[in-house]
């Protein structure tokens, strides 16, 4: 049974070019080879940014109140005269903050694709070309993965970090890299 090259991620796809025996599957190499040609043509790489702004500020809403009821039955003295208020007083406001923060940035969005990039980022959108990008800096390490667009004008430029969306990391970078190869347009990572 031959294998749905379609589904594969790029990096699989090179995994497979690599695994492959090229003697018994000549036909599989060329499909492979073809599919890495147009992998970067036919995908489309969408994701919103996740709900968890909101889910964030009610699971701190609850735990703070566990908190504080725990305090006043079964805590210190001082603990109950100082702490307790503090966060009886600050738990609203870190709800509010965090409510704001989600209905601010509910409608975000990231798409890439074989025209360009499309960012949504609170009430700023951007839409950018592939061919209008002079260079990509991607700075990637076990915390985040953050893209910068600089743009033949400097007033369509636009920066991203992967992780605030709900996306493969490693196929923004590989999509990234093959509209790097294909529009000649610097990407450096550090």
Known sequence: ????????????LLEALEGIDKEA????????????????????????RPNN????GIAMF??????TWVLFTEGIDKAKLFLAPFILVATPFTYLQQRR???RHK???LRLDKQGVSLKLAATEHFLLWSNVRSVICSVNKSHQAYFFEA???????SFEA??????EDAVFDFISQQSKKHNFFMKSD
């Open 1 to 12: 049974m031959e294998p749905d090259y379609t589904q594969y991620t790029y990096r699989e």
């Open 25 to 48: 599957y000549p036909e599989r190499v060329k499909t492979l080879e073809l599919r890495l040609k147009t992998w970067s043509e036919e995908t489309v790489l969408t994701a919103n």
């Open 53 to 56: 702004n909101l889910t964030g």
């Open 62 to 67: 609850i735990i703070s109140a566990y908190f």
């Open 101 to 103: 923060k989600y209905q």
């Open 107 to 109: 409608d975000d969005y």
């Open 152 to 158: 033949d004008n400097s007033q369509h430029s636009c």
């Open 163 to 168: 992780r605030e969306f709900e996306i493969d």
